[in-house]
């Protein structure tokens, strides 16, 4: 129970790694709040709830900083404050450079990149005045090393490193740590849809010869967020079977 009574939302936390955090923050007995644009987020909500936690969905697109700042001011009423941010919402829209669209570049930037700084923003204050808290934001290898046909993806990615450093300068007094998690290729709905070309490809370059799952970023998450990492701030931490080395 290393996050008894805490209050931790997740954005993004309907499916996929989000969903594995939410659940496994909710085992060490937290309270958990998920946003997200998909209604399967009630779903998970609801086998929160009966791992005997409180849990609430609220279906919002986190690139709307008014509507973000509207239900954060719900979430401090209901739940009284925030201990825990996990900006993980994500998107991917793939093209070579040549062939990418304006709206594709646009996407990818405003959910990822203003989407973390909308959460973040939207919760600093409360967080500031109750002098503690803790803010994960979940980057990825491409924003450390690039890939071809996502520079729209690894430019929000290499941004979020940039916004970690510098928020957990300007909050660091406060006691709030701010910190990144870089995934490598982990199994969600977001890389089965990749073609087995890709993913055989991506497999060599992997010196543990294996994909990542939820639970690899979920372990990381839980500690950062953990009283046991207090002392930790800034810092973006691999968690990718070695690819980025
Ligand atoms: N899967 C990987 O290999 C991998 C690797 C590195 C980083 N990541 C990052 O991890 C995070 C989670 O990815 P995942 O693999 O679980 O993908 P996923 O697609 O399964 O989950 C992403 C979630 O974000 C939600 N979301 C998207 N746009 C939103 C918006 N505007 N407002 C609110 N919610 C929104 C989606 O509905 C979905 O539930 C993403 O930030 C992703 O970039 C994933």
Sequence with gaps: ???????????GGARGIGKEIATRFAKEGADIIIWDVLDEGEKTSEEIKRLGRKSVFHKIDITNLANV????????QEFGRLDILVNNAGITRDNL???MEESEWESVITVNLKGTFNCTKAFIKYMMKARKGRIINISSV???????????YAASKAGIIG?????AKEVGSRNITVNAIAPGFIQTPMTDIL???????YLSLIPLKKFGLPED????SIFLASDEAKYITGEVIRVDGGIAM
């Design 142 to 152: 491409i924003g450390l090393f690039g890939n071809a046909g996502q520079s729209n």
């Design 217 to 220: 970023i979920a372990n990381l």
């Design 97 to 99: 450079l040549l062939r």
């Design 1 to 11: 129970m290393r996050l008894k009574d805490k209050t931790a939302l997740i954005t």
């Design 163 to 167: 916004f970690t450093k510098s928020i």
């Design 195 to 201: 073609s087995e070309e890709v993913k055989k490809n």
């Design 69 to 76: 700042q509207k239900q954060a001011n719900d979430v401090i």
